[in-house]
């Protein structure tokens, strides 16, 4: 295949693709048989794996460079198309759930395959096909105004992410000057955001209440495939962060204090772990790409091949830059079976952190799509997904001199220490969107008080010295999950459970860990939570006493 910059991208024609859904459904009713009814199956889903792919290129062009107008215009017409095509897709599964054939498809792709498809069922109707236009028309408009947002700062033009950069600096001075700076940036699209996440939050939960939802809650919860479990066990997972994790990420900050030499913490402070300064990769773009080839040959023989098919494709946008969407992610084009990562290299060590963990999403999408049948089943729901990409960053802590040099001492405490300490923000942001979702009618200010609350609960240290808009909640809207994934964040502090286990595990037995994660990875999204959890010998979060345990693997690392 081709580099990604020469894929030709091909408007998805979706007015004849609904017409030939529409003959395909008919088609399905009328097979007098399962071989029938497979064989129209399987030729749908060629065309949907088509459409699906110029889809994300469309997707990652347009997060690429938010100002493309073209790529807008694209995204635009395929937000507006795309709930209807929804809505036959789950025609068509209709008519393969009430066939008599439905043993046989059990069979062959699988019981949690068919579960998702009785679950579609409760999630689309064509009572909510223009609220759901209109959700993504405002995620675009939010993704568009954060990306869009800088300053000037020390004779730069900065972006949110390039005044990271600045918050790590070994001068106390310039890190509290970029942390004001970041905030009143924040402060100065705030009254745009604010005004984005009304609208979402009224639209959210007025859909979950035409399908007969009681709230969004409710709603979000399946939709995100969260089939085995519900908020009350979420709850019971955070009441264990706040009793075993929030203290000792109270004694890491203590220590750090000390370290730095610093009476009081403040924010500023906190992404400094060392006073002569954290540890930074060595290298430039192409130079990180080529010791995480390096990397990923010797780690194992999967990874290497995974690896250099991203590298030689160029699967990749890392380099931050003016009018690019923040934050990073991984996804997958399935006529090519191939991931892509997307991230926004700024200097420090989360450009390592990325290569590790959008890599372990890329990994697994590579791995499973070359073992299962539907490119749809490639990806598992997203609490087993995070543990794919956060036990990766693990594995790969071997080979930190190649990209941190004599300080990889540093990187490799700093790493686990800051997985160890953003779980309290984790389930800080779950508990504050539960919040909002209970009672939708809140205001901004409001919110912000929820904010502030909760920040007082979950992370007891965080002084903001002063920053009015900060001190009164500002603080949430930094995280574009709440606006463009709601209730996903949650995931990653679930997973990192299983990834500390598997940290733990690595220590003992290296090569069974890896057997075991590669298991994982392999069976994609072909099964449930717990039967994944159970396939990868992992405990549920859930359970009494997970936690404490699976903290125990860091405690050498870390005091």
């Known amino acids: 295949m081709e580099k990604f910059s020469d894929i030709l991208y091909v408007r998805p024609d979706m007015e004849q693709a609904a017409k030939e859904m529409e003959e395909y459904i008919k088609a399905l009713k009328g097979a007098g048989s399962y071989e029938e009814m497979r064989k129209l199956f399987l030729e749908e889903k060629e065309k949907e794996y088509k459409r699906s792919t110029m889809s994300t290129v469309a997707s990652i062009r347009n997060t ?9 215009g694209e995204m635009n017409y395929l937000n507006q198309e795309g709930p209807k095509m929804g809505i036959l897709s789950q025609k068509a599964e209709k008519v393969i759930l009430e066939s008599p054939f439905r043993k046989q498809w059990e069979e062959e792709f699988g019981e949690f395959y068919l579960k998702a498809m009785e679950v579609n069922q409760k999630l689309s109707d064509p009572v909510i096909v223009n609220d759901l236009v ?3 028309r405002l995620t675009q408009e939010y993704a568009k105004v954060s990306a869009g ?3 000037e700062f020390q004779g730069e033009k900065c972006n949110f992410y390039g005044l990271l950069k600045h918050m790590q600096s070994t001068d106390r001075q310039e890190r509290k000057e970029a942390m004001t700076a970041w905030g009143d940036l924040y402060e100065e699209i705030a009254p745009k955001l604010d005004e984005i996440y009304d609208k ?3 639209l959210r939960a007025g859909m979950a209440k035409k399908l007969g939802f009681d709230s969004y809650i409710d709603y979000i919860y399946l939709a995100r495939g969260r089939y085995d479990y519900g908020a009350r066990d979420v709850e019971e997972f955070r009441r264990q962060v706040r009793e075993v994790i929030v203290p000792l990420c109270r004694r890491l900050r203590e220590e750090q204090a000390a370290r730095l030499g610093v009476e009081k913490l403040c924010y500023y402070d906190e992404a400094l772990v060392f006073p002569e300064g954290n540890a930074v ?9 080529e010791k995480a080839r390096r990397m990923y040959r010797e780690l194992s023989k999967e990874t290497g091949e995974f690896f250099d098919f991203m590298a030689d494709h160029d699967m990749f946008d890392l380099e931050t830059r003016q009018g690019k969407r923040g934050g990073g992610y991984c996804t997958f084009l399935p006529e090519y079976k191939s991931p892509f990562i997307f991230a926004n290299f700024n200097g420090t060590n989360a450009d390592v952190n990325v290569l590790t963990h959008e890599a372990g999403h890329a990994f697994e999408a590579y791995t499973a799509s070359r073992n299962i049948k539907l490119m749809d089943m490639v990806f598992s729901s997203y609490e087993v997904a995070e543990i794919h990409s956060m036990t990766m960053e693990y594995f790969t802590h071997p080979w930190m001199e190649l990209f941190f040099g004599d300080k990889a001492g540093r990187y490799l405490y700093s790493h686990v220490m800051e997985a160890l ?3 309290p923000y984790m389930v800080c942001v779950d508990e504050f969107q539960h919040k909002v979702f209970e009672n939708p009618s809140m205001t901004a200010s409001d919110r912000r008080k929820v904010w502030k609350e909760l920040e007082k609960v979950y992370l007891p240290w965080r002084d903001y010295d002063g920053h009015k808009f900060l001190e009164e909640g500002g603080f949430w809207m930094q995280k574009q999950h709440i606006f463009l ?3 996903y964040y949650i995931d990653y502090a679930l997973a990192q459970m299983g990834a500390f286990e598997f940290y733990g595990r690595m220590k003992k037995d290296r090569d069974q860990a890896w057997k075991d994660y590669y298991r994982l990875c392999q069976a994609g999204g072909s099964k449930g939570y717990f ?3 159970d396939l990868a010998g992992l405990s549920s979060p859930f359970a009494e006493g997970t936690v404490k345990r699976a903290v125990e693997g860091l405690m050498e690392d870390l005091f």
């Not at 990769?281 to 790409?289: F, S």
């Open 531 to 533: 039967e994944l959890l």
């Open 149 to 151: 947002a800088s300053t």
């Open 485 to 487: 994934f709601p209730f």
């Open 64 to 72: 690429m460079d938010t100002g493309d107008a073209f790529y807008e």
């Open 281 to 289: 990769p060595e290298g430039d773009r192409a130079e990180l790409v």
């Open 200 to 202: 979402m939050v009224v």
């Open 134 to 136: 209109e959700e993504s």
């Open 421 to 423: 300490e953003a779980v």
